[in-house]
């Protein structure tokens, strides 16, 4: 039988996976690809805690709300850092983060 | 829904993901990218969750990497960080993906919330149509009592029932990022 315990495992897993990335990689375009994957994973979570919590013998709607609230401004976050990194790679003509060190002390 | 269903759509997710964070070619990762979503919205369908798993197909699988692809054509990057890899780096990335993962495992293992099946919280659809009652539009109510889930309605009155000004803030935001992109990728203008 599959629990909430199963989507919250896959959750964990897809969110160490993006976390893992974020680390290791160093091409910006990737380290964004893994923050997506852990902004999904966060949603997977909230969808299944939604679908064990019934209120009235139906989801819970409020997880769902905040799922759809948390899509839009990480598609407001892709346009944004997507341009900021446009604008990286004219001034540095790459896209590696070690390229980018003005700011370490 | 089958177990071996389940754990399929889990293995598409995970797999492409694992992918994504281990593809050298970025056009590579973001396809790897599209298929993992594509796993994930299949896992919210198999949550009732239809409208999410709608909305993450539009909105992920198309818009979001329509435009990574573009931005990678656009800087035209073919061959990169082939060099050396960053081992410190690396090995510190796996090493707390494992950890996180075993907590979450040990965390999940020791809760009996996280035991509840979906044969546990079956859907009470025509129950809840007496229950929520007149709090809800009749358009609601028909629909659960034909033994149906009007998922989109009821997160539309969700959202514009108790977060109407939340929903603004959004719109706000949106504009906010608009202009912000518009800002951003402009040319400087070089003096004469």
């Known amino acids: ?105 | 829904m089958p177990p071996l269903l389940f754990y399929l759509l889990a293995l598409i997710t995970l797999g492409f993901g694992f992918l994504v964070v281990t593809g050298r070619n970025p056009v590579t990762c973001a396809l790897a990218l599209a298929a993992s979503f594509v796993g994930l919205a299949a896992l919210f369908l198999s949550l009732d969750a239809y409208f999410i798993g709608v909305i993450q197909i539009l909105v992920y699988a198309g818009a979001v990497m329509v435009l990574f692809l573009f931005i990678i054509m656009l800087l035209d990057i073919k061959t990169e960080e082939g060099k050396k890899l960053n081992l410190p780096a690396i090995v510190s990335g796996v090493l707390l993906a494992v950890l996180l993962t075993l907590q979450i495992i040990a965390v999940v293992g020791s809760t009996s919330l996280a035991q509840k099946g979906t044969q546990d919280t079956p859907l009470a659809l025509a129950d809840a149509a007496g229950k929520i009652g007149r709090a809800a539009l009749p358009t609601i109510t028909n629909d659960l009592k034909a033994g149906e889930l009007p998922d989109a309605k009821l997160i539309g009155f969700t959202l514009f029932d108790q977060y109407g000004f939340h929903l603004q803030v959004i719109g706000l935001l949106l504009l906010v990022g608009t202009i912000g992109v518009v800002v951003l990728s402009k040319r400087e203008r070089s003096a004469p």
């Open chain 1, 1 to 105: 039988m599959i629990t909430l315990g199963h989507y919250l495992v896959v959750s964990g897993m897809l969110f160490a996976l993006g976390l893992a990335g974020v680390i290791a990689r160093r091409n910006i375009i990737i380290v964004y690809m893994c923050l997506e994957m852990m902004l999904s994973a966060a949603n997977l979570a909230l969808v299944g805690f939604s679908r064990f919590h019934l209120v009235n013998g139906l989801p819970d709607y409020t997880a769902q709300s905040l799922v759809f609230f948390t899509i839009t401004v990480a598609a407001a976050e892709v346009a944004v850092g997507l341009a900021i990194i446009v604008a990286l790679f004219r001034s540095k003509q790459s896209v590696d983060v070690e390229s980018v060190t003005k700011l370490q002390g």
